[in-house]
């Protein structure tokens, strides 16, 4: 069954740090998705992503994050100048529509510890 | 504005009995999706059941099942004979239609399940 990858599954980086963290969707999804969770808390919503380009963004998701897909196949989220308080769980997630009906897919999460 | 509300931060249940989750949810959206997943400690999100908004049925998904209660807004998940494994933490979510897919999660209700 065609799962979504994610890399690293952790990753320790220091305060002030650039980190990108990898994703691979489903290769015939069109939607993509990051997510975070901070440890003990539910999950919130940072971008969506269609089209080459960002279709909608949370108020967490601020100059510090940014996403593309390189190559068409990864899709990547990069955090400019990492805080302690980034440290969490961030889950990527595809889907083949936008509509209210169709599964999103997650991947299996990157968790990030800031030092 | 869309809000998923899950009350019950955690749940004990004894092994081989059934547990029901609540969910409530709010939206002006007529066309919705209501989700559940499983996470477990090791941190993915596994996804358990679907209930769409013109579902004249109840979702039922091997042991899973959504209570969906549209008048009231609510999509209870019920787990008949309840395993060890079943232990993680459980988010409800929300996709409406009109945005670009994002889901909308609820605060999570933690079940433990006991011998």
């Known amino acids: 069954e065609p799962e979504v990858t994610q890399t690293p599954s952790h990753q320790v980086t220091q305060m002030g740090q650039e980190v990108i963290l990898r994703c691979v969707p489903i290769?015939?999804?069109?939607?993509f998705y990051w997510y975070r969770q901070i440890l003990g808390q539910k999950v919130e919503f940072l971008v969506s992503?269609?089209?080459?380009?960002?279709?909608?963004k949370s108020e967490i998701f601020d100059d510090q994050f940014s996403v593309e897909r390189p190559d068409g196949s990864n899709f990547t989220l990069k955090i400019r100048s990492t805080k302690l308080e980034d440290s969490a769980m961030y889950f990527c997630?595809?889907?083949?529509?936008?509509?209210?009906?169709?599964?999103?897919?997650f991947g299996q999460g990157t968790r990030l510890t800031v030092v | 504005a869309q809000k998923i509300t899950q009350t019950q931060p955690g749940m004990f249940v004894q092994e081989k009995e059934a547990v029901t989750l609540d969910c409530t949810y709010d939206?002006?959206?007529?066309?919705?999706?209501l989700f559940w997943y499983k996470q477990p400690s090791s941190g993915e999100m596994i996804f358990l059941i679907y209930?769409?908004?013109?579902?004249?049925q109840n979702a039922t998904e091997g042991r899973y099942s959504l209570n969906f209660q549209k008048a009231r807004k609510s999509a209870n998940l019920v787990i008949s004979a309840s395993q060890l494994g079943d232990s993680a933490m459980y988010f409800c979510?929300?996709?409406?239609?009109?945005?670009?897919?994002?889901?909308?999660f609820g605060a999570g209700t933690q079940v433990v399940v006991t011998p």
């Open positions: 939206t002006s959206d007529p066309s919705y999706g």
């Open positions: 979510a929300m996709r409406v239609t009109d945005s670009w897919g994002k889901l909308q």
């Open positions: 997630a595809s889907s083949e529509a936008r509509t209210a009906n169709t599964e999103a897919f």
């Open positions: 290769s015939n999804h069109l939607y």
């Open positions: 992503f269609y089209n080459n380009e960002i279709s909608e």
């Open positions: 209930q769409g908004s013109y579902d004249q």
